[in-house]
């Protein structure tokens, strides 16, 4: 179900390109996970919920009520809401699905963290193989998702923009600029601890094994998916994944890990130098003409000035914030989703709060401080750090998305999903790792820790 939860979201706009243009591909296989919940609910209901699991139940029952609440008393248009609830928060069903597999099981977080793996494999064959229909064969309407763009697009469509979507536009799977770049700088950060994990120290651990830890594998990805990134010019995605792995280095303690990983990076960089030479000084250093004043100011300051945001705020009503914009027909919700919903600024994923409602922005910021705080617990273990400095990327990633935030879109929103669930579970396994390090249980010598982190209180009494 998990796979193909992230096989349905990655592929969304292709089975809408190919086969029948309806948003309701995405509500597959939720229903199908959600059929599945209430026949085996006995295993779902005896499941101890810790503060992750409370946030993300919360979540679906607040978009539940929200949606509801807006159908009856607001006069909401029925097919708005029910759109909304399916693309933003129906999907949370795999974060419980996820969750629920890999409770209490190591080897089955491996498993679920295989499915990025795939997903990156196959996000880079597309992108490769769309690189050389574009940009060598000069052919990019024959992609089938290329072409429904430019027939989405035929209103304002001009010879020179059908020539940038036709011969120098790669738009992969994900069917955008900004989407794609986001979902291969989260799968940078969360491939690169993998690659500096030592598997010698934790031999007795089987599912350290996974071909997961493979440095020649994890290598290939990582370049690939570095070259994706800078190719399809996702900026806030580099800068994110750029932090991300500066977290990375800081965190490691091994001279042979450190070495080998900065000659990576040193060698990446001299690949990559004319490109980022020239994102800088596109972005932070050549003043442009930008707005309706014709105000000369660098790219990156319009994107992030402050006083927009503001402005926003104080020009929107108490009720879009209160209620949210898209269930009370706020004119401020003319976009027909949050990534086009722009607001009064550039920085639109701030806007979200209006957008969604105040009690959105206050159950998504406190998931994400649980997050933050189960993946640095995780680093503070011997065995699970590199998954912990994994997470963290992820939120860095994620959290810096503001400009367009493409994280609310199909494939980068479930892969989130999932790798929460793991998260939340993985954090419980360590906890009795915690706890034996303070003498509390003692289980017999010569388990595995997968075995010892089974073990319970009851149990080793």
């Known amino acids: 179900m998990l796979a193909a939860a992230l096989a349905a979201a990655f592929f969304y706009f292709p089975l809408r390109a190919v086969f029948f243009d309806v948003f309701a591909w995405i509500i597959v296989v939720p229903i199908v996970a959600g059929l599945y919940l209430l026949t085996v609910r006995r295993r779902y209901s005896k499941m101890r919920l810790n503060a992750l699991d409370r946030i993300a139940l ?24 029910v759109r909304v609830f399916v693309h933003y928060y129906f999907p949370v069903i795999i974060y419980f699905i996820a969750r629920r597999y890999t409770l209490g099981s190591a080897a089955n977080v491996m498993n679920v963290t295989k499915l990025a793996w795939i997903l990156a494999a196959v996000l880079l064959a597309d992108f490769f193989v769309e690189l050389y229909v574009v940009e060598i064969r000069e052919s990019g309407a024959s992609i089938p998702w290329v072409r429904q763009e430019i027939v989405k697009k ?3 469509m001009t010879p020179d923009l059908f ?3 036709n011969s120098g536009r790669v738009i992969t799977i994900l069917n955008g600029l900004k989407r794609p770049g986001m979902a291969a700088a989260a799968l940078f950060v969360l491939v690169l601890p993998f690659l500096y994990t030592l598997r010698q120290r934790h031999r007795e651990d089987s599912w350290f094994r996974s071909s997961l830890f493979n440095p020649v594998v994890n290598v290939v990805l990582l370049g690939a998916l570095a070259f994706m990134a800078f190719h399809l010019q996702n900026k806030t995605a580099i800068l994110a994944a750029a932090l991300a792995l500066a977290i990375g280095l800081l965190s490691l303690r091994s001279a042979r890990s450190l070495f080998f990983t900065s000659v990576l990076v040193a060698v990446g960089l001299l690949f990559a130098f004319g490109a980022i030479s020239s994102l800088v000084r596109a972005q932070f250093l050549t003043p442009v003409e930008i707005g309706e004043f014709g105000t000369s100011t660098t790219i990156f300051a319009y994107t992030v000035d402050a006083q927009r945001v503001v402005e926003g705020y104080l020009e929107s009503d108490f009720y879009s914030f209160l209620f949210g914009a898209h269930i009370i027909g706020s004119n401020l919700a003319n976009a027909t989703s949050p990534s086009s919903f722009s607001g009064f600024s550039e920085l639109r994923g701030t806007g979200f709060p209006i957008y969604f409602g105040f009690g959105w922005a206050l159950l998504v910021l406190s998931a994400m401080l649980v997050a933050i705080r189960y993946s640095t617990r995780l680093t503070r273990t011997a065995q699970f750090k590199f998954f912990g400095l994994a997470f963290i990327g992820l939120v860095v990633v994620y959290g810096s998305d503001l400009h367009y935030p493409s994280s609310m879109d199909h494939g980068p929103f479930e892969l989130f999903l999932m790798m929460a669930g793991a998260l939340s579970s993985l954090h419980e396994i360590a906890r009795p790792a ?11 010598p010569g388990l595995t820790f997968e075995q010892r982190s089974a073990v319970r209180p009851s149990e080793a009494d």
């Open 58 to 81: 919360l979540y679906v029952m607040y978009g539940a009520f929200m949606s509801v609440v807006a159908v009856l008393f607001l006069g909401a248009g029925e097919p708005q809401i």
């Open 154 to 156: 035929v209103a304002v």
């Open 163 to 165: 020539e940038q979507y």
């Open 434 to 444: 915690r706890v034996q390090s303070q003498a509390i249980i003692e289980p017999a």
